[in-house]
Structure formats: structure tokens, C-alpha cells
């Protein structure tokens, strides 16, 4: 409370209380020191010789009701009575969303029946005394409009990619240690799937620094906005809960897709994350031109693909693959490409001698070889070659351990070894560049959990992120975030794991140790 020693307005002097109408404290602003301290009690006096405020402020009153521990901003900001989203307030001391502060609203119906006063504005964060109606300007309320609405400045972004965001963590109201933007993410049900998305998305550096560096003033598409805020929030230094919910994003996301991503429903990450690149491009007025939007700047790459329908030979053996043949007409087309996917050998379908399932082990360099422009693969009567022409700054790689059949959705468990630094994509592109790296560094990788076998079951899914804070050499950490759980594990152990994605920075991008 930032007025020390100051009585509420209720309190009575000589016998004598100041009562309005509702049966609530008369408006600090009309009570003056003077008029409160007529005919003061011994007592009084030895409280006033201790502290002696030089002036009672009407932005006093009751702030030490409010309960920063319970207030959570995370969720969508509707009113628990009219679940209306227009003018809504959150009352700071039992922290539920009311609409309005007039007369006839919600919010005011709640100060009085209540006894809780102090309330913030969700849009504007700007705080009000409920129900006398007045401003409030503390200083020590800007905590609160922080954690509502974070902000950052260029000076603080650019920290978060350097070694100095491990030198300084953050705690929250509990005394608990936290990092930055390596905050867990709620599994409100089964979003999971989403969550490893939103981790792998917020630690590229070029985007997650547009997002925090926004300042969207509510033209904008709301799930555009609702994305750059949860940006904020996991980045912001200076939370109640060293957690967040990722909730109001993620009924966004709901509404946006048509049912398509729900929270209570276990899906694919890869189509998730598809879907969101491109509506964030969309949102962000993006065409199909290069560089036309911060997603295509920092994941879009382009594809040289060459096509040719398969001609039967009759002096072909049985056992001998088709293959282009330079004789016939070759279709050439070049292809953008947000991130690219790579297929698994199939498993083994027999156990080994001592009766237990075989899991192969491959090298990176060998399912990457799809992208040589040599290997040809046969699909729907066509044989196709790939191989890059342009290489994005951030490439992203989709390993495809999931495929289906006319009965059930099988899993490959390949074990994929690749190197967790300097990964050269040099083989991989037509033209390698002579002024550009072709060298990429692991930043974020995804794994898939589930029961041994070779069938997929949702139900028992697990999906976590790894990732690399800032900094190299010895310095260098990788963390582990599974829902609310964040721990420290081993790079060497990272591999071990059934990859699903991976996102990769070239090595002149601010993540380079």
C-alpha cells in the first residue's frame, strides 16, 4: 500500500462514520486531512508522529487488497457474466473479467456486492476504483500492467540472443528461478502439439524479435495480435508464474482454422505449423513474392524439381528401379518451399536372433540425399528429382515418421543422427553460393514419445521441444520442455529421440556462438 499508515475511510472518529447512500466509504477526494483528524485520540497521535503523511491521495485506497498471486492474464479476456469481449475490466483482487464500469454494469455490480474496488482496463491497462469510478496513478501498479501487456525495446531484444540472458535469470512472485523465453507452456488439454510449435517458432530470432517489437493497434488480424502478445508474454522477464498459458491464442487459432486445431484434440504439428506460417503471411499482407512478408524472409526457400512420367522398358529386369531417361522430355519447374520433408527408411519388419525389435539408426546426410539432384523417387506414375536453388536463412526439416494405410497409421522409430552444429547443405543445393554459408546450426528440435510399436496411438503422445539458449563452446545448454516442465538435458542425448522437426539458423545469423 502505497499510503502508509492511512486508515480506511470507513474508520470512525468519535463515534462519527461517513456513509453514502450504498452504504459504502463517501469519495477520499471530499475527506481532507483536516476533517479526518477534528478531535484525533491519544492513540492517533502516536500513529501519526510514526508515519505523518504530508498527503492523504484518493489513488491510495485500496490497494492493499489487491492479490497479485491469483491474477492471470493469460486467458481469453471476456466477462464471466455476459462472456461479452467489448470493455472488459479484471478485478485485481479475485481476478475474474467483468464488462464495463458504469452504473448498470458487471464490474460495478461486483466493487459493491463484493467489497473489491480496484480494477484494470485489459485493453488500455489503465486501473480504476470501482465504485466511485476514479483514476487511479501508482506507481506501483505498473507491475501489473507489465504482466497484462509487456513491452520491449530494441536494446532488451537484442539481449536475448546474447550469453549475458543466462548471466541474469528471472524470478517470479515465488522466489522461482526462470529463463526467459524457456518458460513451460500449459497443456490446457491436449494442445501439446501446438505448444512444441509455439517454442520452435519464438526462438527464431528474426520473428520473434518483429513480434516483440510490435505494437499492433487493434487493425490488425486478431490472430496476428494475439500471437505477437503471446510472444511477449513468454519472453517477458518479469512474470507472476514462471509459466504461461498459451490459451487465448490457441482459441484464435480454433475460430481461424474452423475446428480444425482444437485444444481437446490431439493432431499434427507439421500440419499446424503449415497452416500457421502461412496465415501469419497472410495476416501480415504477404503475397506470393519473395521476401513479401517476415515468414517468407526467414523460411522461404525454392525448389528446382524435375518431372518425367515412367516408361516400362521390356528389357527392364524386375528388380531394377525406373530412371530418368535423357532421351524423353524432362518437365523442369522451380518450387517455394517453407520447410522441407524428409522420408525414412521403412523398418525392418522381422526381429532380430535374439528376438527383440531391430531400430535402425540413420546419418542426416542419408534421408537429406532426397535433395541431391540425383536420386529420382517414384510417385503416382511420375519420377521426380529435387534438389534447392535457394536456401532460406532459417530452413526447417520434416521428418516423415508417420504414414497411413487403408487400416491403421503406422510410426517409423528410426533413430536419426546428425550433428547439433554445422550441418553443410552444399551437396543439397544447384548452385552453392560463393559469398554465403551453407552451414546450418540445430536451435530447436522436436521430438515424438509414444509406446514401442509401429503403430501411432494419439492417445499416449508425448511431444517435446529441445532447445539452445544463446551462447557456444562450453557455455552452450540445451533445455528440455515438455508442457510445464523445463529441464536441462545433455546434448548428446538429444538425438536419441524419435525427430520429428528441426529448425536450423546459417551460421552468420545472431545465434551464432
Known amino acids: 500500500m502505497s499510503g502508509l499508515g492511512l486508515k480506511r475511510p470507513d474508520a470512525t472518529k468519535n463515534g462519527e462514520e461517513q456513509f453514502t447512500n450504498a452504504g459504502r466509504p463517501a469519495k477520499r477526494a471530499k475527506v481532507t486531512p483536516e476533517k479526518d483528524q477534528e478531535q484525533p485520540s491519544e492513540d492517533e497521535d502516536e500513529d501519526e508522529e510514526i508515519v505523518q503523511p504530508e498527503e492523504v491521495r484518493s489513488s491510495d485506497l485500496y490497494l492493499d487488497t489487491i492479490n497479485r498471486v491469483i491474477l492471470d492474464f493469460d486467458f481469453e479476456k471476456v466477462c464471466s457474466v455476459s462472456l461479452s469481449n467489448v470493455n472488459t475490466y479484471g478485478c485485481l483482487v479475485c481476478g475474474k473479467y467483468f464488462q464495463g464500469r458504469g452504473r448498470k454494469s458487471y464490474a460495478y455490480a461486483h466493487s459493491i456486492h463484493e467489497d473489491h474496488h480496484v480494477f484494470i482496463n485489459l485493453e488500455t491497462t489503465k486501473v480504476y476504483v470501482l465504485p466511485d469510478g476514479y483514476l487511479v496513478s501508482?506507481?506501483?501498479?505498473?507491475?501489473?500492467?507489465?504482466?497484462?501487456?509487456?513491452?520491449?525495446?530494441r536494446n532488451a531484444v537484442a539481449i536475448l540472443s546474447s550469453p549475458t540472458l543466462l548471466a541474469k535469470p528471472s524470478?517470479?512472485?515465488?522466489?522461482?528461478?526462470?529463463?526467459?523465453?524457456?518458460?513451460?507452456?500449459?497443456?490446457?488439454k491436449r494442445n501439446d502439439h501446438m505448444n512444441v510449435i509455439i517454442h520452435s517458432l519464438l526462438h527464431v530470432p528474426p520473428l520473434r524479435d518483429f513480434l516483440l517489437l510490435s505494437n499492433f493497434r487493434g487493425k490488425e488480424p486478431e490472430l496476428l495480435r494475439r500471437f505477437a502478445m503471446l510472444a511477449k508474454k513468454v519472453w517477458n522477464p518479469r512474470l507472476f508464474k514462471s509459466q504461461v498459458s498459451p490459451h487465448e491464442f490457441l482459441q484464435e487459432?480454433?475460430?481461424?482454422?474452423?475446428?480444425?486445431f482444437r485444444l481437446e484434440q490431439q493432431g499434427d504439428p507439421i500440419e499446424f505449423l503449415g497452416w500457421l506460417l502461412n496465415r501469419l503471411h497472410k495476416d501480415l499482407g504477404g503475397t506470393r513474392k519473395k521476401n513479401s512478408s517476415i515468414i517468407f524472409s526467414t523460411f522461404q526457400g525454392e525448389l528446382h524439381v524435375e518431372n518425367q512420367?515412367?516408361?516400362?522398358?521390356?528389357?527392364s529386369g524386375k528388380n531394377e528401379k525406373p530412371r530418368f531417361d535423357i532421351d524423353r522430355d524432362i518437365k523442369v519447374a522451380d518450387s517455394p518451399f517453407l520447410f522441407l520433408a524428409v522420408d525414412l527408411p521403412p523398418p525392418p519388419l522381422f526381429q532380430d536372433?535374439?528376438?527383440?525389435?531391430?531400430?535402425?539408426?540413420?546419418?542426416?546426410?542419408?534421408?537429406l540425399a532426397k535433395y541431391d539432384g540425383k536420386t529420382a523417387q517414384e510417385s503416382l506414375g511420375q519420377l521426380?528429382?529435387?534438389?534447392?536453388?535457394r536456401l532460406p536463412q532459417y530452413i526447417i526439416l520434416h521428418f516423415k515418421r508417420f504414414t497411413k494405410n487403408a487400416f491403421v497409421e503406422e510410426k517409423n522409430p528410426t533413430i536419426i543422427n546428425f550433428p547439433l552444429r554445422g550441418l553443410d547443405f552444399r551437396s543439397y543445393i544447384d548452385t552453392p553460393p560463393d559469398n554465403l554459408s551453407t552451414l546450418y546450426d540445430l536451435i530447436a528440435n522436436v521430438t515424438h514419445e509414444s509406446v514401442a510399436g509401429t503403430t501411432r496411438d494419439k492417445e499416449n503422445t508425448v511431444w517435446k521441444a529441445h532447445l539452445r539458449t544463446p551462447g557456444g563452446g562450453e557455455a552452450e545448454k540445451w533445455l528440455m520442455i515438455q508442457d510445464l516442465i523445463v529441464e536441462e538435458t545433455r546434448k548428446e542425448m538429444i538425438f536419441l529421440g524419435e525427430?520429428?522437426?528441426?529448425?536450423?539458423?546459417?551460421?552468420?545469423?545472431?545465434?551464432?556462438g
Open 171 to 188: 524470478y517470479d512472485l515465488a522466489s522461482r528461478a526462470y529463463l526467459p523465453g524457456y518458460v513451460g507452456l500449459n497443456n490446457i
Open 253 to 260: 487459432v480454433n475460430r481461424a482454422s474452423a475446428g480444425k
Open 138 to 153: 501508482d506507481p506501483s501498479l505498473e507491475d501489473i500492467s507489465y504482466v497484462l501487456a509487456p513491452t520491449f525495446t
Open 353 to 367: 536372433a535374439v528376438e527383440k525389435n531391430i531400430i535402425p539408426q540413420v546419418s542426416i546426410h542419408s534421408v
Open 384 to 389: 521426380r528429382r529435387f534438389k534447392c536453388k
Open 309 to 315: 512420367q515412367v516408361l516400362v522398358r521390356p528389357d
Open 499 to 512: 525427430t520429428v522437426l528441426q529448425v536450423r539458423a546459417i551460421l552468420y545469423t545472431p545465434y551464432d
